[in-house]
């Protein structure tokens, strides 16, 4: 792994990306990974775009100020790649996945993008089969955990799974609905 | 499930400072919601709810009612926290003085956050540094881990001196920044904190007291001549408690911390999240052959004189960044202070002020290292031109 | 007790103008407060109502053992006359406020 590796979420509000921004640095915690992740908020509504943020990082983290050269994009709604400040900064090899029903190459085509590497994950969708909500942040960590290799899936679903076991507390049902969500999205990301 | 051991946990500042409150087990919170310090009592309003502790949480209809419970809870003997924001600490603002002023050991977390109008939500430090005259000690934190372990530390501070505690963490960059904080046994804390002890209680029936009376010009500037005095001793018991919790936590707290200073001709001076985002400028501009340095105020009440001296005393020029718009119309809060500390030396450094971050807005790397540029000027120049300015604002 | 001390330094006084021991208004003689007019109490007058011992504001009514009224107590009285407004006593109030030249 580099020193450090630099994500930043586009979505809308009520996505989910701040919970899954939180959830990831959560879950690659320890073992000597320091993590850092924080929302941006504007007026806290629904529907709204916002980012969220994750620093990944073999030493402690002290910065405290927003991502601008991301190593990773996650676009949670592809109508924001019509914004061209959400591709603001990505690094020439950076990463770009999207929640969409298209594949790589018609992203790309569509919305211009030269260089880097473009995944897509119909994360929506998969939301919908196993959560019966679109909450497409859910099946993304999946998703990133196979692109970037932060992790092999049975290490991240071990410490995701303790994270959701404190998190979900009051209700345990949902945390098996969302593992099995983590593996199909592992299994189903898209590259060019 | 207690906590046996100490922990590496993934925390929202938010979270740290609930997760001390748990561990703390205040007898009485009385709070009242408000972004960005919602979800601090949401969690630990979900412990009572759990069992978890055995806090009397008294859900308030506004600040102004959360602070007068607290005032009355602490006067019965209870020990008492809270936790406000903004517009939140401004309504409690009448209930700050008579807190501090019975001298109630009440400790606060204030997520930090700009005041109205225009109204906004994010962190600045304009609601504490209007509070500075409150008679409330404040403690500064740069991260999570920082109002975890000032929050625990607070707690003792306020018993033993005798006055409330404000523990500010910057709103959403800390209070909704998930990081790695590392936690310490439940019984360690529990033993740190010890039980409250007080002289006065109103509660005591065998020992009744009359608290809150009428005190005019024949007593009141000798009860305000005390008052003072505890805040002028409170400094030797802030350092004794620091170095008892690095005696369990292993975590150094001073007044002030120095980063990269003893060699440093040119500094910069802050509170809060800004100061991690300086040292790593600092580490940058080290490497560009600038000899940068940070001095983070930690306590900003008392005012640590002595050691602000010594640490500014011989260097060349030293920029005095604030978070907080005075409104002086000669710059903010911070800066009159350091500047006034410094008149006494021989040999006084330039200095210069910046606003910045105000409402929230993003401070980066690039930001801290114009300041570093501003004061190798300033320094080559040997004089400073305007003394109040702004950092990242549009012209 | 000595309420009126000042001699007392800051560093002598209780902190957060705490006043330790109960009961300290007991020390308070507010009599010396009363300008012109004092109540007088007629007890043949008197139906023993109570409701002057609890209009008056300080402590200026005794009531024997056995719950009754009995005469002013002077040392509290300060001469605001609520007393001998509120008295209900019929035809003539039991209470009368008279001059009191000192």
Same mark, same amino acid.
């Given at each position: 792994?580099?020193?450090m590796?630099?994500i930043?979420?586009?979505?809308?509000?009520?996505?989910?990306?701040?919970?899954?921004a939180?959830?990831?640095?959560?879950a690659?915690?320890?073992?000597?990974?320091?993590?850092?992740?924080?929302?941006e908020y504007?007026?806290?509504?629904?529907g709204?775009?916002?980012?969220?943020?994750d620093r990944i990082?073999?030493?402690?983290?002290r910065?405290?100020?927003?991502?601008?050269?991301?190593d990773?994009?996650?676009?949670?709604?592809?109508?924001?790649?019509?914004?061209?400040?959400?591709?603001?900064?990505?690094?020439?090899?950076?990463?770009?996945?999207?929640?969409?029903?298209e594949d790589p190459?018609?992203?790309?085509?569509?919305?211009h993008?030269?260089?880097?590497?473009?995944?897509?994950?119909?994360?929506?969708?998969?939301?919908?089969?196993?959560?019966?909500?679109?909450?497409a942040?859910?099946?993304?960590?999946?998703a990133?955990?196979?692109?970037?290799?932060?992790?092999?899936?049975?290490?991240?679903?071990h410490h995701i799974?303790?994270?959701?076991?404190?998190?979900?507390?009051?209700?345990?049902?949902?945390i098996?609905?969302?593992?099995?969500?983590?593996k199909r999205a592992?299994?189903?990301?898209?590259?060019? | 499930?207690?906590?046996?051991?100490?922990?590496l946990?993934?925390?929202?500042?938010?979270?740290?400072?609930?997760?001390?409150m748990?561990?703390?087990?205040?007898?009485?919170?009385?709070?009242?919601?408000?972004?960005p310090?919602?979800?601090?009592?949401?969690?630990?309003?979900?412990?009572?709810a759990?069992?978890?502790v055995?806090?009397?949480?008294?859900?308030?209809?506004?600040?102004?009612?959360?602070?007068?419970?607290?005032?009355?809870?602490?006067?019965?003997?209870?020990?008492t926290?809270?936790?406000?924001?903004s517009?939140?600490?401004?309504?409690?603002?009448?209930?700050?003085?008579?807190?501090?002023?019975?001298?109630?050991?009440?400790?606060?977390?204030?997520?930090?956050?700009?005041?109205s109008?225009?109204?906004?939500?994010?962190?600045?430090?304009?609601d504490?540094?209007?509070?500075?005259?409150s008679?409330?000690i404040?403690?500064?934190?740069?991260?999570?881990?920082?109002?975890?372990d000032?929050?625990i530390?607070?707690?003792?501070?306020a018993e033993?001196?005798?006055?409330?505690?404000?523990?500010?963490l910057d709103?959403?960059?800390?209070?909704?920044?998930?990081?790695?904080?590392?936690?310490?046994?439940?019984?360690?804390?529990?033993?740190?904190?010890?039980?409250?002890?007080?002289?006065?209680?109103?509660?005591?029936?065998?020992?009744p007291?009359t608290?809150g009376?009428l005190?005019?010009?024949?007593?009141?500037?000798?009860?305000?001549?005390s008052?003072?005095?505890?805040?002028?001793t409170?400094?030797?018991?802030?350092?004794k408690?620091?170095?008892?919790f690095?005696?369990?936590a292993g975590?150094n707290?001073?007044?002030?911390?120095?980063?990269?200073l003893e060699?440093?001709?040119?500094?910069?001076?802050?509170?809060?999240?800004?100061?991690?985002?300086?040292?790593?400028?600092?580490?940058?501009?080290?490497?560009e052959?600038?000899?940068?340095?940070?001095l983070?105020?930690?306590?900003?009440?008392?005012?640590?004189?002595?050691?602000i001296?010594?640490?500014?005393?011989?260097k060349?020029?030293?920029?005095?960044?604030?978070?907080?718009?005075?409104?002086?119309a000669?710059?903010?809060?911070?800066?009159?202070?350091?500047r006034?500390?410094l008149?006494?030396?021989?040999?006084?450094?330039l200095?210069?002020?910046y606003?910045?971050?105000?409402?929230?807005?993003?401070?980066?790397?690039?930001d801290?290292?114009?300041v570093f540029y501003?004061?190798?000027s300033?320094?080559?120049?040997?004089k400073?031109e305007?003394?109040y300015?702004?950092?990242g604002?549009?012209? | 007790?000595k309420?009126?001390?000042?001699?007392?330094?800051?560093?002598e006084?209780?902190?957060?103008?705490?006043?330790?021991?109960?009961?300290t208004s007991?020390?308070?003689?507010?009599?010396?407060?009363?300008t %012109? +007019?004092?109540?007088?109490?007629?007890? @043949?007058? #008197?139906?023993? =109502?109570?409701? !002057?011992?609890?209009?008056c504001p300080?402590?200026a009514?005794?009531?024997?053992?056995? %719950? +009754?009224?009995?005469?002013?107590?002077? @040392?509290? #009285?300060?001469? =605001?006359?609520? !007393?001998?407004?509120?008295?209900p006593?019929?035809?003539?109030?039991?209470i009368?406020?008279?001059d009191?030249?000192?």
């Open positions: 792994m580099q020193e590796l630099e930043r979420w586009h979505a809308r509000g009520g996505q989910g990306a701040k919970t899954a939180l959830l990831l640095a959560e690659l915690m320890g073992e000597g990974t320091y993590v850092q992740a924080f929302p504007g007026p806290e509504r629904m709204a775009p916002m980012r969220s943020y990082s073999s030493k402690p983290i910065l405290h100020t927003s991502i601008k050269t991301p990773v994009i996650i676009i949670l709604d592809p109508s924001l790649l019509t914004d061209p400040s959400t591709m603001e900064g990505l690094k020439e090899d950076g990463i770009i996945l999207v929640n969409t029903v190459k018609t992203v790309r085509e569509k919305y993008i030269k260089g880097r590497k473009i995944y897509t994950l119909n994360a929506s969708q998969l939301a919908q089969e196993e959560l019966k909500r679109d909450l942040s859910v099946p993304m960590l999946g990133l955990i196979k692109v970037t290799g932060l992790r092999s899936l049975e290490v991240f679903l799974r303790k994270e959701l076991e404190r998190k979900f507390a009051h209700r345990p049902e949902v098996e609905s969302n593992l099995k969500l983590y592992y299994m189903e990301v898209k590259g060019e | 499930m207690a906590q046996k051991t100490k922990e946990m993934a925390l929202t500042g938010n979270e740290a400072a609930a997760y001390a748990k561990q703390i087990n205040p007898d009485v919170v009385a709070a009242y919601p408000i972004t310090q919602t979800e601090l009592m949401q969690t630990f309003a979900q412990y009572v759990d069992g978890l055995d806090t009397e949480l008294v859900a308030v209809e506004s600040e102004h009612s959360a602070m007068s419970a607290c005032v009355g809870a602490a006067a019965g003997g209870a020990r926290m809270t936790a406000t924001s517009q939140g600490l401004a309504l409690m603002w009448e209930v700050l003085y008579i807190a501090s002023g019975l001298r109630l050991p009440i400790v606060m977390s204030v997520v930090n956050r700009a005041l109008a225009p109204i906004n939500i994010h962190g600045d430090h304009s504490s540094m209007g509070a500075r005259d008679g409330w404040q403690l500064w934190s740069e991260n999570a881990q920082e109002v975890y000032n929050l530390q607070a707690v003792r501070i033993e001196v005798f006055l409330p505690v404000m523990v500010n709103g959403f960059i800390i209070s909704h920044g998930v990081e790695v904080v590392e936690t310490l046994p439940d019984d360690t804390v529990k033993e740190f904190v010890g039980e409250r002890k007080s002289p006065y209680r109103l509660l005591d029936i065998d020992h007291i608290v009376a005190d005019l010009q024949d007593y009141y500037m000798e009860h305000k001549r008052q003072a005095e505890a805040m002028r409170a400094m030797p018991t802030i350092l408690v620091g170095k008892e690095e005696g369990i975590r707290y001073e007044a002030v911390e120095n980063y990269r060699d440093a001709e040119l500094v910069v001076v802050a509170l809060g999240s800004t100061c991690g985002t300086a040292k790593d400028a600092i580490d940058e501009l080290r490497e052959g600038i000899e940068a340095g940070l983070k105020i930690r306590v900003f009440r008392p005012f640590p004189w002595e050691e001296k010594s640490a500014l005393g011989s060349k020029a030293v920029a005095v960044m604030d978070r907080a718009e005075g409104m002086s000669v710059g903010g809060p911070l800066f009159h202070e350091i006034s500390c008149y006494d030396l021989t040999n006084r450094p200095t210069v002020n606003i910045y971050g105000l409402g929230g807005r993003d401070v980066a790397i690039e801290i290292k114009k501003d004061l190798v300033i320094a080559k120049l040997g400073v305007d003394f300015r702004y950092l604002v549009r012209e | 007790m309420l009126t001390d000042k001699s007392q330094g800051w560093k006084l209780p902190i957060g103008g705490i006043i330790p021991g109960g009961g007991r020390a308070y003689k507010t009599g010396t407060w009363r %012109g +007019k004092k109540p007088v109490w007629h007890p @043949e007058r #008197c139906i023993q =109502c109570l409701s !002057c011992w609890i209009y300080d402590d009514i005794f009531i024997t053992e056995d %719950g +009754k009224r009995a005469d002013f107590n002077y @040392e509290y #009285c300060k001469g =605001c006359g609520i !007393c001998a407004r509120e008295c006593a019929k035809p003539e109030k039991a009368e406020m008279v009191e030249l000192r």
